[in-house]
Nanobody, 114 residues
Framework: QVQLVESGGGLVQAGGSLRLSCAAS????????MAWYRQAPGKQREWVAT???????NYADSVKGRFTISRDDAKKMVYLQMNSLKPDDTAVYYC????????WGQGTQVTVSS
């Protein structure tokens, strides 16, 4: 199995920043295209950002220009730099593959106060 562990969440004021980390471990030797997702209370999980093995990136319109996804294949890590945070960004954030997803991790809570 592959385990995904998200970290770096917390409580910040609107306009603040957070850097989320996603660590992959277990039966994995390389990272495929990876993505960040988020799920706000009472809402469906939504896609936030993608980064391919070739470092191509794409973002949801809601976070474009504010979030930056990156990866460190040697460490099997994926990151999400979140700037200019808004209360609407409040959610549990998860990482996973875009295709053929692993089991979901526990996510990391991001709470943005007004």
């Amino acid at each position: 199995q592959v385990q995904l562990v998200e970290s770096g969440g917390g409580l910040v004021q609107a306009g603040g920043s957070l850097r989320l980390s996603c660590a992959a471990s277990g039966s994995i030797f390389r990272l495929d295209a990876m993505a960040w997702y988020r799920q706000a209370p009472g809402k469906q999980r939504e896609w936030v950002a993608t980064i391919t093995s070739g470092l191509l990136t794409n973002y949801a319109d809601s976070v474009k220009g504010r979030f930056t996804i990156s990866r460190d294949d040697a460490k099997k890590m994926v990151y999400l730099q979140m700037n200019s945070l808004k209360p609407d960004d409040t959610a549990v954030y998860y990482c996973n593959k875009i295709f053929n997803r692993y089991s979901w991790g526990q996510g990391t809570q991001v709470t943005v106060s007004s």
